[in-house]
C-alpha cells in the first residue's frame, strides 16, 4: 500500500511541475503575443506565474514530506523483519 502511494505521490508531483512550466510559457507567450493587453493592468504580466509558482512550492512541500514519512515507514517495518528474522 505505501508503495502504491509512492508512485501516486510521484505522479502528483510530475503534474505539479509540468502544469507551473505549462503556465508559465503559456504566460508568456500570451504576453509576447499580447502586450498591450499586459500595459493596461496594474500588477506586472507575470503575476500569475508568481502565485502558481507559491501554490506548487507548498504542494509539493506537502508531496515531499509525506513522501518522507512514507520512506521512514518503510524502513521502520525493514529494520522490524530483520530483527525477527
Do not use: C
Amino acid at each position: 500500500m505505501l508503495k502504491k502511494l509512492n508512485r501516486i505521490l510521484n505522479v502528483f508531483i510530475g503534474v505539479l511541475v509540468g502544469v507551473f512550466v505549462g503556465h508559465g510559457i503559456y504566460v508568456f507567450w500570451d504576453y509576447k503575443s499580447h502586450p498591450d493587453l499586459y500595459a493596461m493592468q496594474s500588477a506586472p504580466w507575470y503575476t500569475s506565474v508568481l502565485v502558481y509558482g507559491v501554490f506548487t512550492i507548498l504542494f509539493l512541500a506537502a508531496a515531499v514530506l509525506i513522501k518522507f514519512m512514507i520512506r521512514k515507514k518503510e524502513n521502520v517495518k525493514k529494520q522490524e523483519k530483520k530483527s525477527d528474522g
